[in-house]
């Protein structure tokens, strides 16, 4: 993993934050969303994150989207083979031990018969897709999601959450290469974009949903992230209004799209 290029990112995200706090002015208590207090800053970051992704990574997103099915199937079921690292780790720390055994044995099945995770052999045997993050642990043990937060480079989050983005980055298998130190940052590099362009291939369908849910694309950014991240850290248990479950719904199929495909 090449620590000073990932400092180098994190100072970059500091000048952003630092530039969107000099221009935050309050929001009219009337007006701001009572998970929201920090609007005006998260509003700031959100347009330089939008120019981003205009600018560059949606279209490159939409370059990708081109490429065969089977290829983006393949890097999809690569990354997700790495991620089930992560799942598996947080299975084990909220108490799902069965669900950790699964995620194991996906390991297992796909990193062998599933030539290094290229091919999902283990859905079709039954051992589905799970969805840990250790922000989502820290909501199982109890931990308040605080307001929302817009981060430079990174997007949606929450004072919860962020933090725990750092245990995300360390249990994540794609972060560390062997090698020298050239091969480690070509390979960290290389490794780190293409799974982010994949991903973001991936939410393309999400422009659609998001116009349909607000003229408004940061409110709908947000009211949809905060809605989906209740019902993740709730295992789908939501017991109040459950009028937005449809868009939930939607997202979630969306963000197994590849998954499904491969088969």
Partial sequence: MHI???KTLFRLALVVLVAALAGCASVPSEDRHPADPFERYNRAVFAFNDGLDRAIL???AEVYSELPQPVR???GNFFSNLDDFRVAFNNVLQGKFHNAASDTARIMFNSTFGIFGLIDVASPMGLPK???DFGQTLGVWGVPMGPYLQLPFLGPSSARDAPA???DFYTNPRNYTIGDQRELRDNFWTLLVLDVVHTRAGLLPTEDLLAAYSDDR???M???WLQRREFLVRDGEVVDDDTWLDELDELEALEALEREEAF
Wanted: charged fraction near 20%; proline fraction near 10%.
């Fill in 4 to 6: 000073p290029l990932v």
């Fill in 218 to 220: 940061y409110v709908a």
């Fill in 222 to 224: 947000r009211d949809l």
């Fill in 165 to 167: 983005l750092v245990v």
């Fill in 58 to 60: 949606k279209p490159t």
């Fill in 130 to 132: 799970h969805n840990e």
């Fill in 73 to 75: 199937t393949g890097v």
